[in-house]
């Protein structure tokens, strides 16, 4: 005998499993430390080549200059001024990135939760069906 | 007003059952006018600066992601400048590569923005899309309308300048090529405009998106129109402390018929639930279950039944006259 209530549930659940679910899911697996963890790794990643991106434009820019100046320039001033620099961006990107991994760790788990007690109704119309 | 509101649900009922081919045309539609654009702006590789090649790129977009016509509309924009000159091309790419590591790490659902934005910016209507996207996304969405901007002004910058990229590449002189970067980073990262955008922009996503967030009454018609006094404002100041020069005319009004057309589209699509036609397949222990689910109409759309109250076409019937009344004294 078919449950209309039931099948509407399952639908309803299949349609988040299928969609944002996926993504919750996943998120779900992971500790919230471990998450916003490997996030922020990957961010620090992705600064560091942004990072080397912008040094390779920066020398591109005056490249002549760059070329000339190299070896009359303090070289370890140079490279601990773009160090410096380096830190800074990394620290300012890697705070926004905690903030946003953190953000999207709680919206997920908030959406399993509902998951989670649609679950249990489910479960519940099972053992009403008997 | 109940008009409106069937109209909406006639949408949403057009919407739901034809989703997944209305989706294919827009993002067609979508890929070719950006594509058309790209190409009347630049049009320096004459090979794929063809109508055919437009209309079959086109069609392949109309089925992929929309990250990935974000990819395949930079690539073309890449080989345009490759044409005209290497070093513009290198430094674009440099700079799309920085977009790309922003805008995959934190906003990589608004491709559709990054790709408006210029779109926009050349109907004249920019604000629109970060008036929008404080509604529809989250404050990184600034990010994505922040690559736009850049594209928008660095394509700017090429078409307004070509003669003198072209030069740099027909040059044979290194010291030539290499002086050249200055010039061309110069031009294409120095705009003093473009800043002032970006910088606004990411304001009014993120004023947007925090007020319409409030519990309190009406906070999408607060947030929309603080969201259209910030953006003047911040326009304004921007121009007088970068000394850039802009119309102050056109700021305001094309404010405030972006937020007329942001205020049209919040009828139509935000306060809507436009729950898809969902097609989903599982299991019990005893059954396969293969179910269309499809969102149910709130508003019914009047069945129109003309009703002639004088119109009789036999007088001797007294009945259906008094049935008539009848009617009458119901409704």
Redesign the interface.
């Known amino acids: 005998m078919l449950n209309e209530d039931r099948i509407a549930l399952m639908t309803k659940m299949a349609a988040y499993e299928a969609s944002q679910g996926k993504r919750d899911i996943s998120v779900s697996g992971f500790f919230r430390g471990d998450y916003i963890s490997f996030g922020v790794l990957k961010s620090a990643l992705c600064a560091t080549i942004g990072f080397g991106l912008v040094i390779a434009m920066y020398i591109l820019y005056d490249i002549e200059g760059f070329l000339t100046d190299f070896y009359k320039m303090d070289v370890a001033a140079f490279v601990k001024d773009i160090a410096v620099k380096y830190a800074v961006v990394l620290v300012i990107y890697l705070l926004i990135s905690y903030v946003v991994y953190a953000y999207r760790y709680s919206k997920a788990k908030k959406h399993l939760k509902k998951y989670l007690s649609e679950l249990k109704q489910l479960e519940e119309i099972y053992r009403s069906e008997g | 007003m109940t008009t409106l509101l069937v109209i909406k649900e006639q949408l949403m009922g057009f919407f739901s059952r034809f989703e997944a081919y209305i989706v294919a045309v827009l993002k067609f539609i979508l890929s070719m006018i950006a594509l058309l654009l790209i190409n009347a702006d630049l049009g320096f590789m004459q090979k794929i600066d063809n109508g055919a090649i437009v209309l079959i790129v086109s069609l392949i977009c109309s089925f992929l992601p929309m990250n990935l016509i974000v990819l395949i509309l930079a690539a073309f924009i890449l080989l345009h400048l490759y044409s005209l000159s290497l070093e513009c091309a290198?430094?674009v790419a440099?700079v799309f590569?920085?977009m790309f590591?922003?805008y995959f790490?934190?906003s990589p659902r608004d491709a559709c923005a990054v790709i408006l934005t210029p779109i926009c910016y050349m109907l004249k209507i920019p604000y629109v899309v970060p008036l929008t996207l404080g509604f529809v996304g989250t404050p990184?969405s600034c990010v994505s309308v922040g690559c736009g901007t850049v594209v928008y002004y660095m394509l700017g910058y090429v078409k307004a300048n070509a003669d003198r990229l072209a030069k740099s590449k027909s040059s044979s002189d290194p010291?030539s090529a290499?002086?050249s970067?200055?010039y061309i980073?110069d031009g294409l990262l120095g705009s003093d405009k473009m800043l002032l955008f970006v910088i606004a922009f990411a304001v009014v996503v993120v004023v947007v998106y925090m007020i319409k967030s409030l519990p309190v009454d009406y906070s999408w018609k607060i947030a929309l129109g603080l969201g259209v006094v910030v953006n003047i404002l911040v326009i304004l100041i921007g121009c007088s402390a970068l000394e850039v020069e802009l119309s102050v005319g056109g700021v305001i009004f094309g404010t405030l018929i972006s937020a007329l057309i942001v205020f049209v589209i919040q009828f139509f699509i935000f306060n809507v639930d436009y729950s898809r036609t969902?097609n989903?397949?599982?299991e019990?222990d005893e059954?396969f279950?293969y179910?269309k689910?499809i969102p149910k109409m709130s508003v019914e759309a009047p069945d129109v039944n003309v009703k002639r109250m004088n119109y009789r076409d036999d007088y001797d019937d007294y009945d259906d006259e008094e049935d008539d009344d009848d009617e009458l004294d119901y409704l």
């Open positions: 290198v430094i440099i590569v920085l590591l922003l790490r934190f990184m010291e290499l002086g970067f200055k980073i969902e989903v397949q599982f019990d059954y279950y179910v689910a």
